[in-house]
């Protein structure tokens, strides 16, 4: 997969056929756009490509409301090239750009860069100042624009019933299970591991102190969860605590703690992909030390059992 940042030129392409949008979470409801975007460039020995944006439209349009994103660039990337996309097309989103109308964003970019051989685009898409231009607005201008357009019905995307924003909202509910049957996949946190105040190898319970790569990423609900964590190509399972630790400091600031089963290596300043699975319980506070080690011990054999582990 070709990706560019900016599209200043024109791109080479054999007939495009474009879709856009932001894409954010990569859910089985884009997914289904992507796939159909991909078989309707083999049907005509064409090449697919997406047009999306960063940052996040909604982060400049609506700057006073910070935006959590289910995936970053790396992460959208990864999964895009794993579905098989040609080509994708990273607009820089600024103030300036937003105050493109719509047929200036079809004009200049659609048609004059990219040379688009059909448009794939669902029913309810908006794009454009104040969001104007949308499936009827490409139905009307279909002869001046001189491209193709592939409508992707309401009865298939309203069909899945999947949103980013309903995403969101199981993620911030702790309910992993949920956002990962909407995404398709499991919801990751990637980040590199930093020394923290080895309180845990203290207790029995060593853990890898998280420090997220973007700031901007969601997440979850303050708990202990069941992860998978990938490093250096190798799957090793532990539990992840999203907290404050309240038991041995007073502090509002969220750490991602992870203590990996089975597994006693230097890790510190490596990077790594945690998978969550399934919320354990909520964080808490205990009345010592002991009551803490003691829960822990609990939460290991929960973990253990949910993922068929000895």
Do not use: W
């Not at 006073?64 to 992460?75: F, G, R, S, T």
């Not at 995307?157 to 995403?167: G, Y």
């Not at 909407?182 to 980040?191: A, F, I, T």
């Amino acid at each position: 997969m070709k990706v560019f940042n900016g599209i200043d030129k024109p791109i080479d392409c054999k007939k495009p056929i474009v879709t856009i949008g932001t894409f954010d979470g990569m859910h089985l409801g884009h997914q289904k756009i992507i796939k159909q975007l991909i078989l309707a460039a083999k049907k005509i020995n064409g090449e697919s490509v997406l047009i999306t944006f960063y940052p996040h439209p909604r982060s400049i349009i609506n700057s006073n409301e910070p935006l959590k994103l289910l995936q970053n660039q790396a992460e959208k990337i990864n999964k895009l090239e794993e579905l098989g996309l040609d080509h994708l097309v990273v607009i820089p989103f600024t103030s300036e750009f937003s105050k493109l109308t719509a047929v200036e964003f079809v004009q200049s970019i659609i048609k004059d860069r990219l040379h688009c051989h059909t448009l794939v685009i669902g029913y309810d898409h908006h794009f454009g100042n104040n969001r104007e231009g949308n499936l009827a607005f490409l139905q009307a201008n279909a002869k001046k624009f001189d491209f193709e357009i592939i409508e992707i019905p309401a009865k298939e995307i309203d069909a899945i019933k999947i949103s980013s924003t309903k995403i969101r909202s199981a993620l911030l509910d702790g309910n992993i299970e949920i956002a990962n049957a909407y995404l398709g996949y499991p919801y990751e946190l990637n980040g590199v591991v930093f020394s923290g105040k080895k309180l845990g190898r203290k207790i029995g319970f060593p853990t890898a102190n998280i420090s997220l790569t973007d700031t901007n990423k969601l997440i979850p609900q303050l708990g202990v969860y069941a992860v998978k964590v990938l490093l250096h190509g190798q799957t090793l399972h532990g539990m992840l605590n999203i907290g404050t630790n309240p038991t041995v400091e007073d502090s509002a600031r969220i750490k991602l703690e992870v203590h990996l089963f089975d597994f006693n290596s230097d890790i510190y300043h490596n990077e790594l992909s945690i998978q969550l699975f399934s919320k354990i319980r909520p964080e808490g506070k205990f009345d010592n030390l002991q009551a803490l080690t003691t829960q822990l011990q609990q939460d290991e054999i929960v973990v253990r059992k949910y993922f068929s582990l000895p």
